[in-house]
């Protein structure tokens, strides 16, 4: 069974510019959520997905958006990078929308970026 | 709102000590609480999560923790650490419906 998985490791990027980061869910689940986890602190949760559709946002502007294509894997689009966007993003995968909220969370190895 | 309350962001302990990370939740219905472990540049891992029934819960690596609702708490514990135990541990909070809550984490330092 393959675990959740993300692309790229380290992104470098520069102020303004915009990144686009990959996640591949665990098989057999249908819903993933990412979180920003800044150096020091612990993840703040940007938005989830469940069947191609938002379920969910954070407190996290528009400039933070997301997709999730028919095989569950997501993509999480933030434009007009600021260099507070610099953190380790993390993609979490579950095998059912999170409407009983005892669900596990399956957490990829996540992207960290840099914005300089 | 709810929100996790972390004690101590950094607890050093010898090999073979008592482990115990502390943390005390607040929500206004009882939530599902998780405890979850990062390595150096991994992603997180579960180690264990209440969501109803026993309070006491046994989870992976030797770790539990126990939920006690007059408390408001869900302390990690582990009876004798090990190196390999070094590491940031993170609580975590949800009720129905909504997304995890984190703790701001503690690093676990352990010593031979």
């Known amino acids: 069974e393959t675990g959740v998985t993300q692309s790229p490791t380290h992104l470098i990027k520069t102020r303004g510019q915009q990144v686009t980061l990959r996640c591949s869910s665990q098989?057999?689940?249908?819903?993933v959520s990412w979180y920003q986890q800044a150096l020091g602190q612990g993840p703040q949760f940007i938005f989830q997905?469940?069947?191609?559709?938002?379920?969910g946002r954070g407190n996290f502007p528009p400039r933070f958006s997301g997709l999730q294509f028919p095989n569950y894997s997501s993509e999480l689009n933030v434009n007009a990078l600021e260099l507070d966007d610099s953190a380790l993003y993390l993609c979490?995968?579950?095998?059912?929308?999170?409407?009983?909220?005892?669900?596990?969370?399956?957490f990829g190895p996540g992207t960290r970026l840099l914005v300089l | 709102a709810q929100s996790v309350t972390q004690l101590g962001s950094h607890v050093s302990v010898s090999e073979g000590a008592l482990v115990l990370l502390r943390c005390n939740y607040s929500s206004s219905v009882p939530p599902y609480l998780f405890w979850y472990v990062q390595y150096p540049n991994q992603g997180l891992q579960l180690l264990l999560k209440?969501?109803?029934?026993?309070?006491l819960v046994k989870g992976i690596n030797g770790f539990e923790a126990e939920f006690k609702k007059s408390e408001t708490s869900f302390h990690l514990t582990k009876p004798s650490a090990h190196m390999s135990d070094a590491a940031e541990y993170f609580c975590a909070v949800r009720k129905a419906g909504t997304a995890l809550i984190f703790g701001k984490g503690t690093t676990l330092s352990v010593s031979s």
């Open positions: 979490a995968s579950s095998p059912t929308r999170d409407s009983g909220g005892g669900e596990t969370q399956y």
């Open positions: 209440y969501t109803t029934g026993a309070t």
């Open positions: 997905y469940y069947r191609e559709e938002e379920n």
């Open positions: 098989s057999g689940h249908n819903t």
